[in-house]
């Protein structure tokens, strides 16, 4: 049982680049969520899904797109990167979304240069 | 005003030292209260979770909600250097996502 695996580990892109942050979930988990974290500022929700094809903006959906054709997988994808990207990104997924616990990735670490 | 306060820190406490986190908050909807756990270069990890008011107690963890004044408090006693991580706050109102706090960074000295 792996939980959630993020890949790549580190990546680093030129502006203008694009490219595709992968996440699965071997929980069988409904609820899975993309998330940024910027040095002492928290998560910040990109997107998020409630299940296979449904998705849903977050609070800084802006140079992002998100597609769940499978229960397991959630893939983040960045078109036109800009180095206010850079950040580290965490995949979660849950089983619910009411008072359920939220598992995270080891997250992605992206620069933007 | 933003949903969810949390102080950045850093803190840094001795060995044995008790540690109190807090968050205020400014959505009166919000009931579900949750609190990671987050080491360098990690994902976040659920440490502690708490429905509506109330105290909630595991080992060396207590974690606390005042609904009335929208402020939520973690414990921790008897503080070792493993506690040394960033710790968020989290909150929801329901079936809406998580809406998480800054993180305060926490040191603990040997």
């Known amino acids: 049982n792996a939980g959630v695996t993020q890949t790549p580990k580190f990546r680093i892109l030129k502006i203008g680049q694009s490219m595709t942050l992968q996440c699965t979930q071997d929980?069988?988990?409904?609820?899975m969520y993309w998330y940024r974290q910027d040095p002492g500022m928290g998560l910040k929700l990109i997107y998020y899904?409630?299940?296979?094809?449904?998705?849903d903006k977050g609070e800084v959906p802006n140079g992002y797109n998100v597609s769940r054709s499978t229960t397991e997988d959630f893939p983040l994808r960045l078109e036109l990167a800009a180095p206010s990207q850079t950040s580290v990104y965490f995949c979660?997924?849950?089983?619910?979304?009411?008072?359920?616990?939220?598992?995270f990735g080891p997250g992605t670490r992206l620069t933007v240069t | 005003q933003k949903e969810v306060e949390q102080d950045p820190g850093p803190l840094s406490v001795p060995e044995g030292a008790i540690v109190s986190l807090n968050c205020t908050y400014s959505?009166?909807?919000?009931?579900?209260f949750m609190w990671y756990r987050q080491y360098s270069r990690k994902g976040p990890e659920l440490l502690m979770y708490?429905?509506?008011?109330g105290n909630k107690e595991d080992g060396r963890f207590t974690a606390q909600v005042d609904k009335s004044s929208k402020y939520i408090s973690l414990f921790i006693r008897d503080s070792q250097p493993s506690d040394s991580a960033t710790y968020l706050c989290?909150?929801?109102?329901?079936?809406?996502?998580?809406?998480f706090g800054k993180g305060t960074r926490l040191s603990v000295i040997a």
């Open positions: 959505n009166s909807a919000f009931q579900y």
């Open positions: 989290a909150m929801s109102s329901g079936n809406t996502p998580l809406v």
């Open positions: 929980m069988n988990h409904n609820y």
């Open positions: 979660a997924s849950s089983y619910g979304t009411t008072g359920y616990e939220q598992y």
């Open positions: 708490t429905y509506s008011s």
């Open positions: 899904s409630v299940g296979a094809g449904i998705t």
